[in-house]
């Protein structure tokens, strides 16, 4: 399908592909020097002591959950409108997802509110996903788990570059959790990072994420190392230099994009704003945001499956974030679901709608979105 407007486009250029011939040039290949810068510079944009580099967020989501020793028996309130690893990464450890709703339609993120009510006697956790890069209400989320001494984890997934209070996303909680997959606001391909101010969670970190070894191939290239012992079951989960690569030559552009995507938004509002019955979430909210995506709830009388394909006859690629997790079949089939405590998160499940959003987005493209958007309405509303 080409698409005159694609749901995201990721702004690869120059010093990308310079970065990529340089790691190859230099033939070191796995997880060495440029890594370790990517993480130094990601470690000051989120301003923590600890970031730590790793193959995708799902591995990092994994690994913080372990590091804070959840295991079989826990409980972990998690939104259940996120992306499926969200709560697969508690799986992997052998602890329960507990799903707790989101706040309202204008706020679709997990709230001190909705976590309180989902709490069980052995919730040992709670994991937050900034949706759409939109900051969750972490001073009342961290207060409650400070009372009740629950972790906090946060999927911070959609928001590099986000603040709340002047605190980045990512330096909330426990362990901060980013994803530089193709579609994020900053990607290396496939990638991740994990961020934490604890200095005993980056040191179990970063033994889990390479076989739970005591040194490093590159140590022992340098002559910093002849052998190493290991001390716990670990995984690979390590990056590799050209992902690093990538990595630095995005966060160069980060926070241009982030402007990008807030202008883009901004006018997006405008123009739905006289859209009978549709509306778009986060109108208010605190901080500064990152506007991974642009999600909108369509009006009750909508079909979003008409909706989508008119929109594809236009050349606009629509998606849904998300199905909620709670609705699958390996949930439903693990007795994980489907839950009757989200009624909110299985209704915006059933009528939200994602619009392209990306830097390279220009202003007439959100007009003629809008303008299709808008006509897929009327003629579904005259078909019915
Ligand atoms: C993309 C995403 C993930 C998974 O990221 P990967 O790097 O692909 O593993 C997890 N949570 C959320 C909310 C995401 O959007």
Redesign the pocket.
């Known amino acids: 399908m080409e698409w005159k407007v694609p749901l995201f486009d990721p702004d690869i250029g120059e010093a990308e592909i310079a970065g990529i011939n340089e790691v190859l040039r230099s033939k070191w290949l796995t997880m060495g020097e440029r890594t370790t810068r990517f993480e130094e510079r990601f470690s000051e944009l989120v301003g923590v002591p600890h970031a730590i580099a790793l193959n995708?967020?799902?591995?990092a989501?994994h690994l913080a959950l372990a590091a804070l020793d959840i295991g079989p028996g826990d409980d972990v309130v998690l939104p259940s409108l996120?992306?499926v690893?969200?709560a697969n990464a508690v799986r992997y450890c052998g602890a329960r997802p507990v799903f707790a709703d989101i706040e309202s339609y204008d706020c679709w993120n997990v709230s001190a509110a909705s976590i309180e009510a989902a709490l069980t006697p052995a919730t040992c956790a709670i994991v937050v996903?900034h949706y759409a890069g939109y900051p969750c209400d972490m001073p009342a989320i961290t207060k409650l788990a400070r009372e009740r001494g629950l972790a906090v984890v946060e999927?911070a997934?959609?928001a590099p570059g986000g603040s709340l209070a002047g605190r980045a996303m990512g330096a909330w909680s426990d362990a901060g959790?980013f994803?530089?997959?193709s579609n994020?606001n900053m990607t290396t391909a496939?990638?991740?990072m994990l961020t934490t101010a604890r200095a005993d969670v980056a040191e179990r970190v970063r033994k889990l994420r390479s076989h739970g070894m005591t040194t490093l191939t590159l140590d022992r290239h340098k002559g910093h190392a002849f052998s190493y012992d290991v001390v716990s079951l670990g995984y690979n989960y390590r990056m590799s230099e050209l992902n690093a690569a990538l990595g630095l030559a995005q966060l160069d552009r980060l926070g241009h994009g982030n402007a990008q995507r807030r202008r883009h938004v901004a006018r997006y509002r405008e123009r739905l704003a006289g859209i009978a019955g549709l509306s778009a979430p986060f109108a208010q909210f605190a901080g500064e945001a990152t506007y991974h995506i642009m999600p909108v709830l369509l009006p009750r009388a909508a079909v979003r499956a008409e909706v989508m394909k008119h929109m594809m006859a236009c050349g606009i690629q629509t998606s849904i974030h998300y199905r909620p997790i709670d609705t699958f079949s390996a949930y439903v089939a693990a007795g994980l679901g489907p839950s009757a405590t989200l009624p909110l998160t299985h209704d915006v499940g059933a009528r939200g709608l994602t619009l392209p959003l990306y830097p390279g987005l220009s202003e007439q493209q959100v007009d003629y979105i809008c303008a299709s958007l808008s006509d897929a309405l009327s003629a579904a509303e005259r078909a019915a």
């Open positions: 995708s967020a799902t591995a989501l996120t992306f690893a969200t996903v999927d997934a959609h959790c994803s530089f997959f994020k496939e990638g991740g």
